[in-house]
């Protein structure tokens, strides 16, 4: 079967418009990882020997399993568990999120070091509670330093989303399965998914490199 360039592009118009899908997921599924991470982080950071050991075998059990085993926990195993079903989107939403959350906490920790001390100190000595020194404080320059690696996380993410399909989410993937099955030509749809995933990715990388670019001159 020869390559036909003319049904990528005409692919891409209906994964084009699927992809819509996969960003919006994306862009939910980091906002609430960002709330995750961050969360664990706060948590982490309290010494609490306990938590932080049911934390790290939940990092590990995370670390160690493939996102598309994580899925399938979250829109099969959850109902199994509790008899409550998630509807595909909001059960990949979840998993992804979850995942994301203890790889942001992961980053934030590796750059927490980077902080000065001697502002929380200052701020302690002032008497403000911690709550207000992590908010006023540390976060804002916590989420500036790790702006470049947050966007790269989010390409994670975007690509993840492709796994949604599994589990009957419309996005870019299945939309190109579903045309290569109508047309008998599953190659061309999935080289124009690929290619929609690619500038995708390409765009966020350009802007997570402009943002590195900015926090190296502000370090200067």
Avoid: H
Avoid at 4 to 28: H, K, Q, S
Avoid at 78 to 104: K, Q
Avoid at 147 to 153: C, F, H, K
Avoid at 164 to 190: D, H, S
């Amino acid at each position: 079967m020869n390559f036909n360039i003319d049904l990528v592009f005409a692919a891409m118009p209906r994964v084009g418009e699927a992809a819509l899908v996969n960003l919006r997921i994306a862009a939910i599924a980091l906002a609430l990882a960002l709330v995750g991470g961050t969360l664990l982080t706060i948590v982490r950071s309290l010494k609490i020997r306990p938590v932080n050991m049911v934390i790290a075998v939940l990092l590990s059990f995370i670390r160690g399993t493939p996102i598309l085993i994580q899925i399938f926990l979250v829109y099969y195993g959850l109902p199994a568990a509790t008899g409550f079903r998630l509807a595909p989107e909001v059960a990949g939403i979840a998993a992804i999120a979850l995942n994301s959350s203890f790889f942001i906490s992961e980053i934030m920790r590796g750059s927490l070091p980077e902080i000065d001390s001697g502002q929380v100190e200052a701020s302690t000595a002032l008497g403000l509670s911690r709550p207000v020194i992590w908010a006023q404080i540390i976060l804002p320059q916590l989420l500036r330093r790790i702006s470049p690696m947050l966007v790269n996380e989010g390409t994670v993410i975007v690509k993840g989303t492709a796994l949604l399909a599994v589990i009957t989410v419309v996005e870019a993937l299945r939309v190109a399965q579903q045309i290569g099955a109508a047309r008998f030509r599953p190659f061309e749809p999935i080289v124009a998914a690929a290619l929609m995933f690619l500038a995708i990715n390409l765009t966020l990388a350009f802007v997570g490199w402009l943002l590195e670019r900015r926090f190296a001159k502000e370090r200067r």
